[in-house]
């Protein structure tokens, strides 16, 4: 019985025409970790419906950071070609030649924006870790919740972020775990568990909160309504 695995013929012929080039395949990069956009995120960001790739992390110092991308931000489009999926994000990123530029259409705060970014060679990744201190719980997403040590902070390369000590409620059924670092709100950066329950207390639909695990980022919609 035989496998076979299909490839586009644009992605073959780039391969091709880099290899004869230069001997090797270059493919670009921003420095952004993204994941797709169901339904539920959908409604948290306010987007008429599921499409694009949330940006759920931005590497310091990439790219992206430069350009003004922050976690929160839906890619929507680039170089003025739909993104419905984050797959279609990457795929239109990796085939951007090192040095030129890219137009993104971002939806952020409830508009949609454009933001040129300039590409770069594709690289690998980073990230980090947690550990003790006083904790306190948030009834509402029934987590018991710590903010990070300033070791800790400056290891995740982040001003503030919230450390799961124990997780029940709304918070376990949305699959956070001990251990997750919550890194915002929606796309408010959290510092503190008080400001948490002052924006849980604002809300009684579906939010995202973005959650760093080893060493991914990714949003998790959790329903408190």
Known sequence: MGLSFAIPIDVAIQVKDDLVQNGKVTRGRIGVQIQDVNQALANSFGLPKPQGALISGVEPGSPAEKA??????????????????????????????????????????????DVDVTVAELMEQKVAANSGGDSQTSAKLGLTLRELAPEERAQLKTEGGLVVQTASGA??????????VILAF??????????????????????????????SRMYVPVHVG
């Open 186 to 215: 929606n796309d408010t950066p959290l510092k503190s568990v008080e400001q948490l329950r002052t924006l849980m207390k604002k809300t009684d639909r579906t939010i995202a909160l973005l959650i760093q695990r080893d060493a």
């Open 68 to 113: 003004g991308l922050k976690s929160g931000d839906v890619v929507l489009g680039v170089n003025g070609k739909e993104i419905n999926q984050l797959s279609e994000l990457s795929g239109a990123i990796a085939a951007t030649k090192p040095g030129n530029n890219a137009r993104l259409q971002i939806w952020r705060e409830g508009k949609s924006r």
């Open 171 to 180: 918070g376990a059924r949305a699959g956070i775990q001990p251990g997750d």
